[in-house]
Each structure stands twice: as structure tokens, then as C-alpha cells.
């Protein structure tokens, strides 16, 4: 007998899925009892939307489909924060939700809850299949969909009846394949003479398109376009501290071309304000409704808005590339490189510095053979991205969205075995899925999570000490809780730090312990690093 579980794991394993992040529930068992006979790993989690947030990470290390699998009702509902988030970071994650049996549909069945309409809005394609048999080809269908256009999430909700059935030898789909979508010969001499034609053009990428999803490729595209490549992926935008003074830049370009990334608040919505009024745009998005988008905030100033998947057509961009524009190339990595700040800074209080704390991580990245950097958080975390620089690297992304950084390093050391994994950030941070310190221990997958402790919510402390003054500071305080002694008693390694002249050796004990890590360090809450755009 083949289940429909069976069908649905074959299927998952047929696509070269090996690892799934899951926490259990009754409703999806049958599908646990598959993975041991198909071989696939479950990594089990504490919590619905660790599991979730670890499939996000996966995918953007690996280039597959994220796979998450959790339960009906309250478990369903648990997951659906971090689906917003993999939609914004346009990562391809496929949802697995157990679901009460079809043929109990309105009678109350045990966690009855119509997921559909309730994860429809953060997701590409969210359906619940209606026969067992369908298992197989509804699932490359999601996976396929994940992959295509604009990448990002989806959601399959699993009736309990159906996952129990009887397919007999069932329907397995040949392949789960992407479907293509790459700009024609044509378009792609159209953007490389416009931008031959521009005295300062600029290229914008999305968030799918940054150097980790898309290695060796961004600088050849650079090189071959003669355009500066930017990409952006923090809903600062415009003051994005990793992207130092970029507004000072953007605002004298006279030709913009936007490679997956969306027109809309990061980018001052395109407005006037913030780029030259005859700046001339140009957008190759996958998306009708980012299109759509696009031609509603730039209006007249969209030359051309091409339906293409920008993945699929790097390499005819850089075949039908032109180059040139070097001084102007020089000028734009200079603004983008400039930081206001250094790590022999110093604050009245003595404490460690957030440029302190960063400076002594990437002496470690910097001995590391291959490695990933975690970035999360507020103010913290934008230091992080603005210090630190890794071979490969996952931020909590566009959705403006904290708290998933340890999932996130989990799911990064599954992806990167042989690399070493630092996790940077904040003490508001860390507490969202603490529990998952004993995931990571019980697992055997191990990393570096380094905590910028200033206690509190930085972010929004410093909104209130701009917007209301000192006299009017509430709700964003946090203790001095020792986050490392609670490591410890969850199996991870733990060290505290006050001083900076401890933090090196610190370091060096993490890494050595060869187990997950928690470094908690007292720092100076200092707001983030700006630009010009500030």
C-alpha cells in the first residue's frame, strides 16, 4: 500500500529533497513515517515558525526549495509570520501544513480551520489538494511555482483522510523543474545600449539577485553592462548602512535599470525627491502586480518594463553588455564602501562598541577557509551588515521582520556543512526562538551566535529619544539576563563578555567548542551607522 503521505515524500525526494524542518503534530505523523523509509532528515524544531524561518535559509544556501512541515490549527497558524518574510526576501519555501480530513468538513473535526485564506495573501500559490492521488504532480506544482518568476513561498494544507489513503501506484511527476523566463536577445541589446548611452547609469538588483543566490555573476554583470551593480535587500533602503552613502550616488543617475527589485518605499518610491527628475528607468521584473507597481509610481519615467525572471537573464545581459563608465563605476563603490565610523572608536562609558564587537567577529570570519554570516536584528543588526563581510550571507531581509536569526544559522549550517556560521544579533533578537539552542545541540549542527546585548530595543529607543526626547523613554527596556548561562542549560556554549579585552578569547572558545555558541556581549546601545540619506 502507498499512502498519500508516500506519494507526497517520494515526490519531495524525486526533487532532490533531503532535509525538512518540521515539529510534530498528530495530523501529519503518516508524512514522518514516509521520511524514514524515503531517507530524508527531519530536523525537528521547538517552535512552527523556526521551522519556517530555517527552510528560508536553506533555500537561499542551497538553491532549492525550503521544505517546512508542521501541523493543523494553532500549528498552521504559528507559521505564518515567517511566510511574509520569505515572500518579501523571495525565497522559495514550500509550507506543509497538516489539515483536519476532508470528510469531516464542517462537522468541527479536531483543529477544523480553513488555512487557505489565512496564508493566501504571503504566499505565490496556496491550495489544499482534494484527492490523494494528486499528491504527487500538487506538489512538483508548488515546488515549480516556488522556483518560477518571482520566487517565494507556498502553502499545501494536507487533509488528514487524504494523507491516510490508499494511491495505489499513484501519479510521481517526472521532474520538478523551474520554468524560465529570460529576456529575449533583443531587450537584452536594448538595456546594454541604453545603458551605453547613459553618462551615469545604475543597476538595482533585488533581493533574489544578491551575491549569495547569485555567486561569481553580479560582478561580471558589472563589468560587462559598464554600470555600477547595487543590490538591495534591507527595508532601509536608501539608508541601508551596509550601503553607505548609495543615496549620495543614486541621486545623480540619469538611468536607473531595476533587476528584480520592486518600486516602492526603499527606493523613495522613485520619486523626484530622491532621483534626478530626468533620470529615464528601465525594469525587467517577473512579477505582473511589481510591474504593475512599477508603472504606477514611476509613470512617465518608465522607458521600458520587461516581463523576464532577471536570474534567467544574466547571461545574455552580460553577452550583450558594452562596458565602459569606469570612472563613474570608481565613484559609486566609493560611496557605497564609505562608513562614518571605526573600530578604535570609543564611548565615555567604556563599553564596548557595536564597531568593537563586529571588528573582532571578522577576525574570525577572516581565518575561517568558507563561511556565513547571520545578520538580525534592529540597530545592532545593521551594524552587523555594515561591519562584517562573509563568503556568503543571510539577512532577516526586506520585511523589516527580527527574531528568526537563530533559525536562520541553523538552517544555514545544514545548508553549508564545512563552513563556519556567525550569527550576529540583538538581545530583543535572540529571545524569539531561544528554545532553538537545544535544536541546534541535539541536532549536531553547530555555530556561532554572537549577541550585541545593549538592553534593550534599540531600534525603537532611538525613535523615541529622536521623536519624544530622553524625559519620554517606555517599554523599550531590557534586563541583563545572562542569555549565555541559559545556552548552557539547553547544550550550547556560553560566554560573557564585558570588557574588549576579553572578547577575542571569547571568540576563539566558541568556535573551538565545536557546539552551537551563545557569546553575549555587553555593548554601548549606539543607533545604527548613517549616510547622507539620513
Not at 548609495?246 to 543617475?253: E, F, M, P, S, V
Amino acid at each position: 500500500m502507498m499512502r498519500g503521505a508516500d506519494l507526497l515524500v517520494k515526490t519531495l525526494a524525486s526533487a532532490g529533497i533531503t532535509r525538512i524542518f518540521a515539529l510534530s503534530g498528530n495530523q501529519i505523523m503518516p508524512i514522518f513515517d514516509a521520511c524514514f523509509d524515503a531517507g530524508i532528515d527531519i530536523v525537528h524544531t521547538r517552535h512552527e515558525a523556526a521551522a519556517v524561518f530555517m527552510a528560508e535559509a536553506y533555500a537561499q544556501l542551497t538553491g532549492t526549495v525550503g521544505v517546512a512541515l508542521v501541523t493543523a490549527g494553532a500549528g498552521a497558524a504559528n507559521a505564518l509570520g515567517p511566510l511574509f518574510t520569505c515572500s518579501e526576501s523571495e525565497t522559495p519555501v514550500l509550507l506543509l501544513t497538516g489539515d483536519s480530513p476532508i470528510g469531516q468538513d464542517g462537522r468541527g473535526a479536531f483543529q477544523e480551520l480553513d488555512q487557505v485564506p489565512m496564508t493566501a495573501p504571503v504566499t505565490k500559490l496556496s491550495f489544499r489538494p482534494t484527492r490523494a492521488a494528486d499528491f504527487g504532480v500538487e506538489t512538483a506544482r508548488a515546488m515549480r511555482v516556488a522556483l518560477s518568476g518571482r520566487s517565494g513561498p507556498v502553502h499545501m494544507a494536507l487533509p488528514f483522510d487524504l494523507v491516510e489513503a490508499d494511491v495505489g501506484d499513484g501519479d510521481m511527476p517526472r521532474a520538478v523543474t523551474k520554468e524560465p523566463m529570460a529576456l529575449s536577445v533583443p531587450d537584452a541589446a536594448a538595456i546594454a545600449a541604453a545603458i551605453a548611452g547613459a553618462a551615469r547609469p545604475v543597476i538595482i538588483c533585488g533581493p533574489a539577485m544578491n551575491a549569495t543566490r547569485t555567486p561569481d555573476r553580479l560582478a561580471a554583470l558589472e563589468v560587462a553592462m559598464g554600470a555600477p551593480v547595487i543590490v538591495m535587500q534591507s527595508p532601509r533602503g536608501l539608508k541601508d548602512p551596509a550601503l553607505g552613502d548609495i543615496g549620495k550616488a543614486l541621486g545623480q543617475a540619469d538611468l536607473v535599470v531595476c533587476l528584480g527589485k520592486r518600486i516602492d518605499f526603499t527606493l523613495g518610491f522613485g520619486s523626484a525627491a530622491v532621483f534626478d527628475a530626468d533620470c529615464r528607468w528601465m525594469v525587467v521584473q517577473a512579477s505582473m502586480a511589481e510591474r504593475d507597481r512599477a508603472h504606477r509610481n514611476l509613470g512617465n519615467r518608465l522607458s521600458a518594463c520587461l516581463a523576464a525572471d532577471p536570474r534567467d537573464s544574466l547571461g545574455v545581459l552580460i553577452e550583450a553588455g558594452q562596458g565602459g563608465h569606469d570612472q563613474w563605476r570608481t565613484e559609486v563603490a566609493a560611496h557605497v564602501q564609505r562608513r562614518g565610523f571605526s573600530a578604535t572608536d570609543t564611548v565615555p562609558s567604556g563599553r564596548i562598541t557595536p564597531a568593537q564587537l563586529c571588528a573582532a567577529v571578522q577576525r574570525q570570519i577572516d581565518r575561517a577557509a568558507h563561511s556565513v554570516m547571520i545578520c538580525d536584528g534592529g540597530e545592532f543588526g545593521q551594524w552587523a551588515q555594515a561591519a562584517t563581510r562573509a563568503d556568503r550571507r543571510v539577512v532577516n531581509g526586506m520585511s523589516g521582520a527580527i527574531g528568526g536569526g537563530l533559525c536562520y544559522a541553523l538552517g544555514a549550517r545544514a545548508a553549508a556543512p564545512d563552513a563556519a556560521i556567525f550569527a550576529l544579533m540583538g538581545d530583543g533578537t535572540v529571545g524569539f526562538h531561544f528554545a532553538e539552542f537545544e535544536t541546534a545541540a541535539r541536532a549536531g549542527l553547530p555555530f556561532v551566535a554572537v549577541i550585541g546585548n545593549d538592553q534593550r530595543w534599540n531600534a525603537e529607543h532611538q525613535i523615541q529619544l529622536r521623536d519624544y526626547g530622553p524625559e519620554r523613554l517606555i517599554g523599550c527596556g531590557l534586563s541583563g539576563a545572562r542569555y549565555d548561562l541559559a545556552a548552557r542549560g539547553l547544550g550550547a556554549h556560553g560566554e560573557y563578555v564585558t570588557s574588549l579585552d576579553e572578547l577575542d578569547a571569547a571568540l576563539d572558545r566558541a568556535v573551538q567548542s565545536g557546539k552551537p555558541a551563545c557569546v553575549n556581549v555587553l555593548i554601548e546601545g549606539l543607533p545604527a551607522p548613517s549616510g547622507s540619506a539620513h
